[in-house]
């Protein structure tokens, strides 16, 4: 492997950004985690992320393996053309163009993409998506959105926005997303999700893994995560009867919960659709990387375009 193999990614999450130098394997080096302070407005966040590449690009440097390009991925509505954030509800970007800051501060070749969409294509490329031609890739993290793979293509959609199946009218129709919408399924589903039905039945203030822990001796932990996973089958039974896959792939961090997910959710997807064969529903091998993979696979295409 020469230094010309090597590239930086830098996945954008409503909990943390992560940033990490990649071979072409996937193998991570220098490897950084910064939270992603949402209570000091987009902008910080902004700098945060440019902050974050400097100092990779300069560790990669000294470490002898300098990189030859940078990928990011955000969430929200992005336009991968122009390299520009259009809209993040869960940050509060509007228009922020992110190519040009990043390459800017680092002179480097740099792709922007969206970060579940980037996840599919690490999960197309290296992942439990591979080799079917028709898949549904639903990322579970902090939000929940999804890629649709039609006939081995990702579907692109009018506006750029397919898959955004975490604003699917699922749940209860009292609650308002950050949307503005109501009954969304990631307020249900997503790690945020779990954590605020826990809190809503017990006042306690924990993340999702602390639910996960609790479930053999909380009764409380057991519903609200009973309730999550009937309501992430519900949605995934109207995702499957809109794109006809013939595998539903569960991805980012949540999907490490394995067969505490995979089961209760499996059970409850398989009832939600009686007439007919439920696609295969698998979790990813790839677990909360894919969206810091897909921004390697992203930082290496501009690589090679860029000669």
């Not at 909380?218 to 896959?245: F, K, N, S, Y």
Request: include cysteine.
């Amino acid at each position: 492997m020469t230094e010309t193999d090597l590239v930086l990614a830098v996945d954008v999450g409503g909990t943390s950004i992560k940033a990490a130098v990649l071979d072409t394997e996937g193998g991570e080096r220098l490897r950084r985690v910064v939270p992603t302070a949402f209570d000091q407005g987009p902008e910080s966040i902004v700098t945060a992320i440019r902050d974050l590449v400097l100092d990779r690009v300069a560790a990669a440097s000294d470490d002898g393996s300098p990189v030859r390009a940078v990928g990011v991925v955000v969430p929200g509505v992005v336009d991968t053309e122009a390299g520009i954030a259009r809209y993040a509800s869960n940050i509060g970007w509007r228009d922020v163009p992110m190519r040009d800051i990043v390459s800017s501060a680092v002179d480097l070749p740099t792709a922007i993409g969206h970060d579940v969409q980037a996840a599919g294509l690490a999960e197309a490329t290296l992942g439990a998506a591979h080799g079917v031609s028709d898949t549904l890739i639903v990322v579970l993290g902090t939000g929940i959105a999804a890629v649709v793979v039609s006939g081995g293509q990702v579907v692109r959609g009018a506006a750029g926005i397919p898959g955004e199946i975490g604003h699917i009218p699922v749940g209860d129709l009292e609650t308002r997303c950050r949307c503005g919408a109501f009954g969304c399924l990631e307020m249900f589903s997503s790690a945020r999700g779990v954590a605020r039905l826990y809190a809503e039945r017990t006042g306690s203030a924990v993340d999702a893994t602390d639910v996960l822990a609790r479930l053999d001796d909380d009764p409380d932990a057991v519903a609200a995560w009973q309730q999550a996973t009937e309501t992430l089958a519900r949605g995934l039974v109207a995702g499957a009867l809109i794109t006809d896959p013939a595998r539903v792939v569960l991805a980012g961090g949540l999907s490490q919960a394995g067969d505490a997910l995979l089961d209760p959710t499996r059970q409850a997807f398989e009832a939600g659709m009686p007439w007919r064969t439920a696609p295969e529903l698998v979790t990813s091998p790839l677990g909360a990387r894919a969206g810091l993979l897909g921004a390697g696979i992203l930082a290496r295409t501009v690589a090679e375009v860029s000669g």
